[in-house]
């Protein structure tokens, strides 16, 4: 995924389609593989068989693993119920704080890239361009402390950390 945000700087939008075409073409090859058989193999973020990973920065995450992350943070957030809301055709609406199936606005964000992408893109941004006394403030919202020292390194070892 880094190489999304960092090579391609595709924007989340952008982001989460290549992410769900990378998907389908998987299944298309496993359907061509085991003709007739290849729907009890497909590979789905919502059946939890697909990970999001970063091997240069060595983080990787599931939909649900993402989901209890929020509910750690939101103790009243159910992360099995929040986590199959995370992928697909699926909209988070800020104004009735409910999930829809249709977006109720112009530019309504699917829920993966309001919940998931925008915050790591967010992350990225902040570590690549803020000063180590603003990165601190930054991670310390996250519960994320880092020594002195290592605020100063370089941006791609700080994104490893």
């Given at each position: 995924m880094?190489r999304?945000v960092l090579?391609?700087?595709l ?18 090859i496993?359907?061509?593989?085991i ?12 059946k939890g ?7 240069e920065?060595?983080?990787v995450f599931t939909l649900q693993?993402?989901?209890k ?5 939101y ?6 119920e ?11 609406n800020?104004?009735?704080r409910k999930f829809?199936?249709?977006?109720v ?9 309001h919940?998931?992408l925008e ?5 990225y941004?902040h570590?690549?361009?803020e000063s ?12 994320i402390k ?6 100063k390194s370089d941006a ?6």
């Amino acid at each position: 995924m880094d190489r999304l945000v960092l090579e391609l700087k595709l924007p989340p939008q952008d982001a989460y389609f290549k992410l769900k075409h990378v998907v389908e073409e998987v299944n298309t090859i496993i359907e061509n593989t085991i003709p007739g058989r290849g729907e009890s193999k497909r590979v789905s973020p919502e059946k939890g068989n697909v990970a999001f990973a970063s091997a240069e920065m060595g983080w990787v995450f599931t939909l649900q693993s993402f989901a209890k992350m929020y509910a750690d943070t939101y103790p009243k957030v159910d992360a099995s119920e929040f986590g199959r809301r995370l992928w697909g055709d699926i909209f988070f609406n800020p104004r009735s704080r409910k999930f829809t199936r249709k977006a109720v606005e112009e530019g309504a964000k699917r829920t993966f890239v309001h919940f998931v992408l925008e915050p790591i893109y967010k992350l990225y941004s902040h570590t690549i361009s803020e000063s180590p006394e603003d990165l601190a403030d930054t991670l310390a919202t996250l519960n994320i402390k880092l020594k002195p020292s290592q605020l100063k390194s370089d941006a791609r070892d700080l994104l490893r950390m």
